[in-house]
């Protein structure tokens, strides 16, 4: 009697536990990004195989619409992204909005291309995602 109530509180208590489902991911050139909406945690040891990190500091990378934009981590949530490329320097200028992030968060004579075409990814990844 005892066994079979065992087995009946054991089957129970599976029965409840909460499955986590794993965060969806982006690679490229063999790094797993793991994507929180429209954004990705860059830094550089995530960055690593991907060429020279080009910020000075973690944070994120976004992407809306075509806009990138890098978001340091001391970012505060009334603070403004920098725009990567020249959809998010359009966008940010439609808008009126002036970044309020130094640009020294970006590295002297940093190549932007690839954090711009994660970034984009990025996008591409939530219309993806969102069919």
């Not at 009946?8 to 790094?31: H, K």
């Not at 909005?97 to 640009?103: D, K, Q, R, S």
Request: a negative charge; hydrophobic letters at 40%; charged letters at 20%.
């Amino acid at each position: 009697m005892k066994k079979g109530i065992l087995i009946i509180l054991v089957l129970a208590l599976s029965a409840c536990a909460r499955v986590e489902q794993p965060e969806p991911t982006i690679t490229i050139n063999n790094n797993d990004f793991e994507v929180n909406g429209d954004t990705i945690i860059i830094d550089e040891i995530r960055w690593k195989g991907l060429g020279n990190y080009p910020f000075a500091v973690g944070g994120d990378l976004a992407c809306n619409n075509g806009s990138v934009e890098f978001y340091p981590n001391s970012l505060h949530e009334q603070d403004i992204g920098l725009p990567l490329n020249q959809i998010a320097r359009d966008s940010f200028r439609q808008d009126n909005l002036t970044p309020n992030v130094p640009n020294n968060v970006i590295k002297p004579h940093a190549d932007l291309s690839q954090a711009i075409k994660l970034g984009l990814m990025i996008c591409d990844f939530n219309k993806q995602h969102m069919k």
